[in-house]
């Protein structure tokens, strides 16, 4: 069941992406919004997870997209981090989020941290935007819903 979910989730979510990832019209040369993958590799999600959370919790909307984006980065960049409580988070934004955009990006994110073996190739990947990882991510899903569906 939990697979027919993924699979249900994954294609809704490639194909609605385009609707909310935007475009910010800088062509080709943009300055990453991300630090270095080896920063990402450097932190403890513990340490931190307070803080994650309240951005998670903050009544901003960009605020709280903004930690999507990161958390999701960290969680690429180490697969083997977790918590429960972000996860929960995760999962409760996905569907009660005040966007469709954070709804999204929390869907993804849930799935990344359900499921970060899927992710590898992603997590060595470099990202100027979070649309771009989220983007990577959204065509991950559909990649491995079309080799289950065609197996």
Known sequence: MKKAGI??????????????AGDNGNGGNRESIFADLESYRRVNLQQIERNYLGSLEYPMDAIVESALREITRLKLAQPCCSSEAIKEKLEDLSVHGNTPAIRFKAALASIVFDHPEMFVEEGQLEYTTGEEMFSSIAHRLERTVLAEVAQ
Do not use: E, H, Q
């Open 7 to 20: 699979v249900v989730v994954a294609m809704l979510l490639s194909t609605a992406f385009p609707a909310v």
